[in-house]
């Protein structure tokens, strides 16, 4: 069974940069894909960024389009966590951000979610 804690989250001006850590214990993180999903104040929760299992080399990393190029999802084994980086932040981002964690490739967690989540923390983004 995953554990999954997530970090990082604050106040911050449109344009700086936070980093997001998904701290997972309970299995090692190696062999799941973990994804970053995100709910904002009156909309429904929506996919962010998912990263499949080490071992699926050919499972790429799903961005939402409106965070390519701005938003970087990765793993750390050693510390057993996986973060995502986010930069040129801009208001539109505020919202609860939580991850999650499962079996799946990379595009099925972010479609479908996984069967384990955390609780969130709060990024909000001030203009």
């Known amino acids: 069974q995953l554990r999954l804690v997530e970090s990082g989250g604050a106040l911050v001006q449109a344009g700086r940069s936070l980093r997001l850590s998904c701290s997972v214990s309970g299995r090692s993180v190696e062999h799941y894909a973990i994804g970053w999903f995100r709910q904002a104040p009156g909309k429904e929760r929506e996919a962010v960024s998912c990263?499949?299992?080490?071992?699926?080399?050919?499972?790429?990393?799903y961005y939402k389009d409106s965070i390519k190029g701005r938003f970087t999802i990765s793993r750390d084994n050693a510390k057993n966590t996986v973060y995502l980086q986010m930069n040129s932040l801009k208001p539109e981002d505020t919202a609860v951000y939580s991850c999650?964690?499962?079996?799946?490739?990379?595009?099925?967690?972010?479609?479908?979610?996984?069967?384990?989540w955390g609780q969130g923390t709060q990024v909000t983004v001030s203009s």
């Open positions: 999650t964690g499962g079996t799946r490739t990379a595009d099925e967690l972010c479609n479908l979610g996984g069967g384990y």
């Open positions: 990263i499949g299992a080490e071992a699926a080399t050919s499972d790429s990393p």
